[in-house]
């Protein structure tokens, strides 16, 4: 044993990614179309649908809430994990994504269980009822992740998740010149003071924020 952590290497993740459930041919069909169709490849990694599935089965989430659909790719991920009368509720700003989401959607095997809200977050969030929610899963335009997280604290029930991807900042998040990397450290710092939050920052895709929500 040892105190030390061992640093997280190209290597270590490749050897991570081989080793975790992979997508199967119709999201890989799904990310195909969307490239083609110009929707920018940033949807979450395989690793992270699997490990955000396995989070969503421990606390026998139900009830899910999506801020940004971009190509469908994470809400196929999420649905796959709740029961038959389980629901994902994915909001999407973009019109021509959301089109795109929707004709996807509903060729795959959780059409049922998915809901796309077209429109912005900040204007769809506050109808969503106290508690609904087992899960927030966070990963919308970066500058909205701090309003996003206080609608959130208020939807997820006590024992429910909040999730948020890109907390490395697209592999900028260090560097003082990048806008885009300075709201993500400001979330991160945000995330990290969460006192209702037991949270940490799992070193998978872009960096997941997993959060417990203890009060």
């Known amino acids: 044993m040892s105190e030390a952590s061992t ?12 080793r975790t459930t992979q997508e199967d041919t119709f999201l890989q069909a799904l990310k195909s179309d969307a490239r083609l169709q110009g929707i920018p490849p940033i949807w979450i990694s ?7 599935q396995i989070l969503l089965m421990s606390v026998g989430a139900k009830e899910v809430v999506e801020i940004g659909t971009l190509a469908g790719y994470s809400a196929v991920w999420m649905a796959r994990a ?14 021509r994504y959301a089109a795109f989401a929707e004709k996807k959607i509903s060729q ?5 269980k998915i809901e796309i809200h077209r429109g912005k977050a900040a204007e769809i969030l506050p ?23 206080k609608e959130s604290m208020r ?6 998740l909040i999730l ?3 907390a490395f900042g697209f592999g900028h ?5 990048d806008p885009g990397a300075e709201s993500i450290r400001t979330f991160n710092e945000i995330m990290a003071r969460e006192k209702s939050l037991r949270s940490i920052i799992v070193p998978i895709g872009d960096g997941l924020w997993f959060g417990l929500k203890i009060d």
């Open 164 to 166: 948020a991807d890109n």
């Open 127 to 149: 109808a969503f009822r106290d508690d609904s929610a087992d899960a927030v899963f966070i990963d919308a335009d970066k500058d909205g992740y701090p309003a996003y997280l």
């Open 7 to 18: 640093p997280v290497t190209a290597e270590h993740f490749s050897y991570l990614a081989e």
């Open 108 to 112: 795959s095997d959780v059409s049922r």
């Open 46 to 52: 395989p690793e992270q649908g699997s490990f955000i």
């Open 173 to 177: 998040l260090f560097d003082p010149s």
């Open 82 to 95: 709740l029961p038959p009368d389980g629901r994902v509720r994915t909001i999407e700003a973009s019109p």
């Open 155 to 160: 939807i997820v029930r006590r024992g429910g």
